[in-house]
């Protein structure tokens, strides 16, 4: 990879001082770049980044300075991943799916359709191997991946157009990243991936019929609402997209034990804030798009969602196949999601149900 390539807009002076090793070190204190995928200031994620930066540098007093740069800024978007394994950046904060073409098991730790939801996924990763799992995949590349953050259940999409069958998928022009993609490209979908900042011109143009973006409050952030009417739900795509603060590996072992913890802690703190964040600004959200009488919030139907769950079996099947290290991640995956799903039927989803009811008869 040419770290030179990967800078956006260097040339004289800034290509030479990339070429320097990083972090830079002054007066005892490492001064950290963390790249993004997301815009400037983008509610949840930009400003999700950016508090995490915030509680590394002041859990450390200072020692570790990290710096946001917003997708665009010091790399391009979607180059996070090159930038930090070459050590042009030190760290990325971004979704695995990203980058799923260095390897398909990285999709396992963003969001698997039908997967588990952000709070079993972290339970995953940190009591049932999905840690050990995610330090190999990355580590091929030089990186140490933690977890950082999850949106929980997301929305279906935006469509220009109303969707009642698995017919109406086919030519239909939609943004999705993941293996979402990957199924409705077997319904006959085009599918692409675009950066968050250039989907609603997409849309507004043209150039796409449909997209999925996050959940009610990050696409009324980004003005989907403004460039489609009828949006769908549950994403069945993204149950529980997880995001990842991913270190240079070489500069994570060079980091004391003490701070390679304080790292892991703040990770682990953001983890709840952001998920505890969405839950409440989707809500508030959600009652601004209800009130808007032009937009449909609709159910996917039951014989579409017989199609996304059958297709969804073939492409996790398909993609297992690919290498023996994605075999196992989906071994491990999949292990553990059989298991937590006997548990919610009995828990959560039972609870819900019974809420519901309860709280509806009065």
């Known amino acids: 990879m040419d770290r030179r390539k990967l800078l956006m807009g260097a040339t004289g002076a800034s290509v030479a001082a990339a070429t320097f090793p990083t972090p830079s070190i002054a ?19 930009g400003t999700g980044a950016d508090r995490l930066a915030e509680k590394i540098t002041a859990m450390t007093d200072g020692r570790l300075k990290v710096t ?7 790399v391009r978007p979607f180059q996070t991943f090159d930038a930090v394994s070459a050590g042009v950046a030190d760290m990325y904060h971004s979704v695995e799916y990203y980058f799923e073409k260095k390897t398909q098991a990285l999709n396992f730790f963003a969001a698997v359709p039908y997967g588990l939801t952000g709070t079993e996924f972290s339970a995953w990763v940190y009591y049932g191997g999905g840690q050990a799992l995610w330090d190999e ?22 469509f220009n157009r109303e969707i009642n069958s698995p017919e109406g998928f086919k030519g239909l022009r939609y943004r999705m990243p993941g293996l979402g993609a990957e199924v409705l490209r077997n319904m006959g979908a085009t599918v692409v991936n675009l950066p968050g900042g250039e989907i609603v011109g997409a849309l507004k143009s043209g150039a796409i019929d449909a997209s999925e973006w996050v959940g009610p409050w990050l696409d009324l952030a980004l003005g989907l609402q403004n460039a489609a009417s009828y949006y769908y739900y549950p994403g069945f795509h993204e149950p529980g997209t997880a995001f990842v603060l991913s270190v240079n590996r070489k500069l994570w072992d060079s980091f004391t034990p003490v701070d390679r913890r ?36 609709l159910p996917f139907d039951d014989q579409l ?55 509806s008869s009065t």
């Open 27 to 45: 007066q005892g204190v490492r001064e950290l770049k963390m790249v993004t995928d997301w815009p400037k200031a983008l509610p949840g994620l």
């Open 68 to 74: 946001v740069y917003p997708a665009g800024t010091l």
């Open 262 to 297: 304080i790292i892991e802690n703040a990770c682990a703190s953001d983890f709840t804030h952001m998920l505890a964040e969405f839950t409440a600004e989707n809500a508030n959200a959600l009652k601004i798009i209800r009130k808007d009488g032009r937009i449909k919030v």
């Open 137 to 158: 995949v990355s580590g091929q590349f030089g990186l140490k991946p933690l977890l950082c953050g999850t949106s929980g259940v997301q929305m279906g999409g935006w």
């Open 305 to 359: 969602t017989k199609v996304f769950g059958q297709l969804s079996r073939q492409v996790l099947a398909d993609v297992a196949a690919k290498d023996a290290l994605t075999r196992k991640v989906y071994e491990s995956y999949m292990s553990f999601l059989t298991d937590v799903m006997d548990l919610q039927e009995i828990n959560d989803r039972a609870y819900l149900t019974s809420r519901h009811t309860a709280l």
